[in-house]
């Protein structure tokens, strides 16, 4: 890219604001490239996937909407369609994205569910490519962190209100009839844009080590956007995810051992200052119930790991708690360790799961891998994890051996991701992930070049 195009692009991004409104929509109502390019962004990282107007086969969610938008203008234009496909082309991953892709499409034609193959096809491989195209061509990277940021604040801000209303804010836009409001021992889980609380605890996670990530100085700096992270955190622990709490604390300590020697040294100094001021503050106040509500997500994700009752003693209930963790160790005996299903042939998206064991009524598969499994047998698990791991392996190598502050997030943030997969469904976030595909990609494709 010349000195003018940047020259431009910096200009541009500057005059972000006024741009939204003047290049959306064009006099004559022309579809302009760069407007849908932003709108493309929103309606992935802020727009909920329960807003669409539901067809015959499949949901035309906001999102969707703009993929299609976004692909019209490139294919539109010579110069970006060849671009688009040259990315596709030149990707690395793209027989494992193909084969997995394929594993989904013979099984879901089989057991006909057409909806489960688009959304394969655009929740996630018109995603990353996209995304991939934006950041390398339209974007820059800075560009489109900034973006992301911004969003995160948007999100951040607006979600807590269910604590004050009872309901979603985002459930006004709940045109597909999905959203259903949760609470645990008595307290509201918020679910910011997703459809249900661990779905958004699980997008935070994946977007918290980006913003742990200072992309001015190429580094991890906690401090840099210090106030978003402590709004991220809050966030999170009003999800009320155990699991959350735990990939929490794993990715902030990969973080934290990432730091430069100065930047560690100074963070534990900031640390001893603010540990005591914050536990005698919670001592204070553990009474209340707000922070009854914050000790008991958080020790009962200790006694996940530990196996004790701590949070018994901030209201959880035992019964309910060593439930929720055994069911799963049997859903696992009954599934994949069982013989009920073809493992060669799964039963297709539109297979509904249902079964009793040991007097548990299972319906929710709290396993990706399991549901994985149920839906397309062991070539589906295999492809699946060849397809992601393979973008986590080359994340780890560039950290590795390039010693990539920025590869380093992205594994983190992966990494986190595929255990929250072991206790849960992917919950509508594999397009945040595959997302974060994308920017791996264009950061990698960009380093080459």
């Given amino acids: 890219m010349g000195l003018k195009m940047r020259v431009y692009k910096e200009n541009m991004y500057n005059n972000y604001p006024r741009r939204i409104l003047r290049r959306l929509i064009l006099p004559g109502f022309k579809l302009s490239y760069h407007g849908i390019a932003d709108w493309f962004l929103f309606s992935l990282f802020v727009l909920p996937s329960y807003f669409g107007i539901r067809l015959g086969f499949f949901d035309l969610t906001g999102l969707r909407f703009f993929e299609v938008l976004l692909l019209c203008c490139i294919c539109k234009n010579s110069k970006l369609r060849r671009l688009f496909f040259d990315l596709i082309a030149e990707c690395p991953n793209k027989i494992w994205i193909a084969t ?10 089989i057991h ?67 959203v259903s409001t949760t609470s645990r021992f008595g307290t509201v889980r918020i679910m910011g844009n997703c459809t249900v609380a661990n779905g958004y605890a699980m997008y935070l996670m994946i977007l918290f080590p980006l913003m742990c990530y200072d992309w001015k100085n190429r580094r991890i700096d906690f ?47 900031v640390m001893i200052v603010i540990i ?11 009474d209340t119930s707000f922070i009854q509500s914050l000790l008991r997500t ?8 530990l196996n004790t009752n701590y949070a018994v003693k901030y209201g959880a209930d035992a019964t309910t708690l060593y439930n929720s963790s055994y069911y799963r160790e049997l859903l696992w005996k009954h599934t994949i360790l069982g013989d009920w299903l073809n493992p060669l042939l799964g039963r297709g998206g539109n297979y509904k799961f249902g079964m009793y064991v040991e007097g548990y009524r299972i319906q929710s598969i709290d396993n990706f891998y399991v549901g994985q499994y149920i839906t397309y047998a062991w070539p589906g698990v295999i492809t699946w994890l060849l397809m992601s791991g393979s973008f986590l392996i080359q994340s780890i190598k560039n950290w590795i051996r390039r010693k990539s502050a920025f590869m380093a997030v992205i594994s983190i943030s992966i990494i986190c991701y595929f255990i929250s997969l072991w206790y849960l469904d992917q919950l509508q976030t594999f397009p945040f992930m595959m997302a974060i595909f994308g920017i791996e990609y264009a950061f990698l494709r960009e380093s080459v070049e």
């Fill in 100 to 109: 997995y892709l394929m594993v989904v499409v013979y099984t879901n034609l």
């Fill in 112 to 178: 006909p569910s057409i909806g489960t193959i688009f959304y394969w096809i655009m929740n996630g491989v018109v995603v990353l490519f996209c995304v991939t195209f934006l950041v390398k061509y339209e974007y820059g990277l800075i560009a489109f962190l900034n973006r992301i940021k911004a969003f995160t604040w948007i999100l951040c801000l607006i979600s807590p209100l269910q604590m004050i209303t009872g309901t979603p804010p985002f459930a006004i836009l709940d045109t597909l009839g999905k």
């Fill in 223 to 269: 401090w840099k956007n210090r106030g978003l992270l402590i709004l991220m955190v809050f966030n999170i622990f009003m999800t009320g995810s155990r699991l959350t709490i735990g990939t929490l604390l794993l990715g902030f300590f990969l973080c934290l051992i990432n730091l430069s020697r100065n930047q560690f040294y100074n963070f534990i100094k």
């Fill in 276 to 286: 005591p001021v914050t536990v005698m503050l919670i001592y204070c106040l553990k």
């Fill in 298 to 305: 958080f020790f009962s994700a200790i006694d996940e790991v």
